[in-house]
């Protein structure tokens, strides 16, 4: 019988040898790396896909009932957001909320191909008087026609919704009957109607369809006028009749009591401001700085050659005039932005080809207009910097977006798929490549490294990158587009709100394009050749098609461009969302122009008569 030994009067008994957990704990962690494989996965579909793209059989699966989210079973399953009216063009789809600044926009949508934008800002609209009904020949018509195209244009790009009324708005108003048993002058006659006709549409602003803005988009007038509230008349000094805004209530007490007086059956009156028997019913403004109006008398003294055009033949005056204000309104723009335009141009040695549209663009900016009266100044900016050709405004070609004021930025986005090619030299790429070779969200990383730095990740990075495209400041102070769409010279003129030099827009199309363009692309990159050129042009047409196709067939590059999208988050949402936000921008204007067809008529539609329609290009 063993002995036992005694510890403070206590039994010991010896103790049990401690149980070996090193097979059990090496199960639990193969368990879960094999849970953490199957969870990266978002669907078995997903598996499959990789497993076609390696080249391996994907084995056969039994249809099987759909089950909960893997990530959250728990979870109750969401709806979609409903889709909102316009939301739509060709690919590109949106969703505007306020939660646009959200990294993918996906969690909101849960649709991975509809970004999330801010919400469309109202366009406060601005009113203009036109009567067709007077006698002009057909050639003045014209040539006012054009002039009211340019007035709409300009206006549409501050952010305003330009409307052009006619008799008909004033015909409606019912102070209208008033004025008809009144026998004044035709000039007062047309002024009278001018007021009725925007009575009839309510609140608003009233300008001359010579009245145009020829200043910041973030001019304090501008601004103000664009909030849409105006709890006063108000005409602004120096501008005579030029300009007014103000509420309905208000404008309609100004017509009824102008013309309940006895002041307007006076003789000589012409304007409305001459025939109100109370001028203390208006506040008055200061001067703008940003509003140019070409009346009469400020041809005169300050555009003889522009006046001595009108005497002799209205028409060909009329024309003289459109070319001067087209001309002053590039001279406002190169104003505004006086520190130069900024092409952004990161990887610009691998892909230079990407930045042949944006340099195009530049090139037409930088190109000084044609005018009857070369280095000439608007109106409101008599000490502008006029356009010289021998001192052009400077284009640099950063590889990341700087926020400054004075600095116009051009921007152009390349899908994954299109970079990722045009890197490799070859539109055969393979998943090992990818994932071996190339780094996640080049492009965004490129772009915003100079204000970012190199250790904040790509969420991060989005937020940040889509306030400099789509917020208030970011919108008016460059110009975004995907590297895969041509850019539109008419989209570009409704941009800017000028129409541009006659400068050919090159869409990396001709191999004549790439020989002119290749000594300004050696400015930026020395070692870019017409060889290169080519080469990433064919590779850049390779991709459109394999980016922009909407067939569902699955191929195998179609599966690599799956794979490349997957690999780069972040820069496909940046994509995704610089693709829905111009598309947005440009069936807004078609929407609208669409619906101010009804009214103004055209070369398809019924209105008001031949002649409207040249408002619209």
């Not at 403070?8 to 368990?31: D, E, M």
């Not at 925007?198 to 010579?210: C, F, R, T, V």
Request: hydrophobic content about 40%; charged content about 20%; overall charge positive.
């Amino acid at each position: 019988m063993p002995s036992k030994e005694y510890l403070n009067g206590s039994i010991a008994y010896p103790r049990r040898p401690a149980a070996r957990k090193g097979p059990l704990t090496v199960a639990l962690i193969g368990a879960l790396i094999i849970l953490i494989i199957l969870l990266s996965f978002s669907s078995v579909s997903d598996i499959s896909n990789t497993a076609k793209a390696l080249g391996r059989p994907s084995i056969p699966r039994p249809k099987l009932p759909s089950l909960p989210n893997i990530h959250n079973p728990f979870r109750q399953a969401a709806h979609e957001p409903p889709i909102q009216r316009n939301s739509t063009s060709g690919e590109a789809k949106w969703f505007s909320d306020w939660k646009w600044l959200n990294p993918f926009s996906s969690s909101i949508t849960l649709d991975e191909n509809r970004s999330v934008l801010p919400p469309l800002r109202t366009r406060p609209p601005i009113y203009t008087f036109y009567d067709t009904e007077t006698g002009k020949t057909e050639e003045t018509k014209s040539a006012e026609s054009k002039l009211l195209l340019i007035w709409r244009r300009a206006w549409w790009a501050q952010g305003f919704k330009p409307v052009i009324l006619g008799r008909a708005e004033a015909m409606n108003n019912p102070l209208f009957e008033t004025l008809q048993v009144k026998k004044l002058d035709l000039a007062l006659e047309t002024e009278i109607m001018r007021w009725l006709a925007w009575g009839h549409m309510g609140s608003g602003i009233l300008a001359n369809w010579l009245v145009l803005p020829m200043g910041p988009y973030d001019d304090h007038l501008l601004s103000y006028l664009r909030r849409a509230r105006y709890p006063r008349l108000t005409r602004y000094e120096s501008l005579g009749s030029g300009l007014f805004s103000g509420d309905k209530t208000s404008v309609d007490a100004a017509i009824s009591i102008t013309l309940k007086s006895g002041k307007i059956d006076s003789d000589g009156l012409k304007t409305f401001l001459e025939a109100v028997p109370d001028p203390d019913i208006f506040f008055v403004d200061p001067k703008p700085s940003s509003i140019a109006f070409y009346e009469t008398s400020t041809i005169t003294t300050s555009y003889k050659p522009v006046a001595d055009a009108l005497l002799t033949k209205q028409s060909s005056g009329l024309l003289s005039l459109a070319q001067l204000i087209t001309s002053h309104l590039h001279t406002s723009f190169l104003n505004t932005f006086s520190s130069g335009l900024a092409i952004i141009s990161p990887h610009v040695s691998t892909s230079a080809v990407l930045n042949i549209p944006a340099l195009s663009i530049a090139h037409a900016l930088t190109t000084c207009p044609k005018s009857p009266i070369p280095m000439s100044c608007p109106p409101n900016a008599p000490k502008c910097r006029p356009c010289d050709p021998s001192v052009p405004l400077p284009v640099t070609y950063p590889a990341t977006y700087r926020n400054t004021s004075a600095l116009y930025t051009i921007g152009t986005i390349p899908h994954p798929y299109t970079l990722a090619i045009i890197f490799n030299k070859s539109a055969e790429i393979t998943v090992r490549h990818v994932r071996r070779e190339t780094e996640r969200d080049p492009w965004l990383f490129a772009v915003t490294k100079e204000t970012l730095g190199k250790e904040i990740a790509g969420p991060a990075r989005i937020v940040t990158f889509k306030e400099d495209v789509a917020s208030g400041w970011g919108a008016a102070h460059g110009i975004w587009s995907t590297a895969e769409r041509e850019w539109a010279e008419r989209d570009l003129e409704w941009h800017f709100g000028f129409e541009l030099p006659p400068v050919k827009i090159i869409t990396n199309k001709s191999k004549d394009d790439f020989s002119t363009l290749q000594p300004l692309l050696s400015t930026i990159t020395p070692t870019v050749s017409t060889k290169d050129l080519a080469l990433q042009s064919s590779l850049l047409s390779a991709a459109k098609g394999i980016v922009q196709t909407k067939s569902d067939k699955a191929t195998q590059k179609r599966r690599m461009r799956d794979v490349v999208e997957a690999w780069n988050l972040a820069d496909m949402e940046a994509w995704r969302f610089v693709r829905a936000f111009e598309a947005r921008g440009r069936v807004e204007r078609l929407k609208w122009e669409e619906e101010e067809r009804k009214y103004v008529g055209g070369e398809e539609g019924e209105g008001r008569g031949e002649g409207w329609g040249r408002w619209f290009d």
